[in-house]
């Protein structure tokens, strides 16, 4: 008789982690697709892309603090994988030829800045008391990685000022966008990610 409710609630801890990685996979191909959309910041163009990014980490800060680092790696592998195939499959509809070298830096700067990401939170997560300032200056550490290695892809290498100009908008945007979701990231040891750690002592 106690044993039903134990799995119960268990089945229910492995949905949710899912549906927090279908989220994280689903925003990150919208981020693909909004990229491919710009408007105009001041005398620099930039994406629509730049307004979802935060909310990339901001999911995969969930995922690490609710279910713990495997599935949050497990959550960050699928949602690159997915928009990989999302993009070939694009290109095959839409009959346009795929530029790999654009979307390779988006795939590594995203898997890189994902990595930091999760060492740094997992990290913070454990052994602090999560200050803001320091949630903040995470976020926008790990966004100037993925943007600086997606655009340096993008622009084949070169620098140029333009270059500077628009990853400074970016990194300023995001940023700002970045201090509304740090509100909501509470420091709370989540029951599953503690049954992991102590079995682990162990």
């Not at 044993?3 to 801890?13: M, Q, V, Y």
């Amino acid at each position: 008789m106690e044993k039903k409710p134990l799995k119960k609630r268990k089945n229910e801890e492995e949905v949710g982690s899912w549906v927090y990685i279908l989220l994280l996979s689903s925003t990150t191909i919208l981020a693909w697709v909004l990229n491919k959309f710009d408007f105009e910041f001041g005398k620099v163009t930039l994406t629509l892309a730049v307004f979802v990014y935060p909310f990339l980490y901001f999911i995969a800060n969930i995922i690490t603090k609710k279910y713990g680092v495997k599935e949050s790696i497990n959550a960050i592998t699928y949602s690159a994988g997915l928009m990989l195939l999302f993009a070939m499959v694009a290109g095959i509809l839409t009959e346009q030829e795929i530029d790999y070298i654009p979307l390779t830096g988006e795939l590594f700067g995203y898997m890189m800045s994902q990595a930091v990401n999760l060492s740094i939170y997992f990290y913070l997560y454990m052994n602090t008391l999560m200050g803001k300032f320091v949630l903040l200056a995470n976020y926008v550490f790990v966004m100037m990685i993925n943007n600086f290695i997606a655009m340096l892809f993008a622009s084949r290498m070169v620098l140029l000022r333009s270059f500077w100009k628009s990853f400074l908008a970016i990194i300023l945007i995001q940023a700002a966008i970045s201090i509304i979701l740090i509100l909501f990231d509470n420091k709370k040891i989540e029951p599953k990610v503690y049954r992991k750690l102590t079995k682990n002592e162990k």
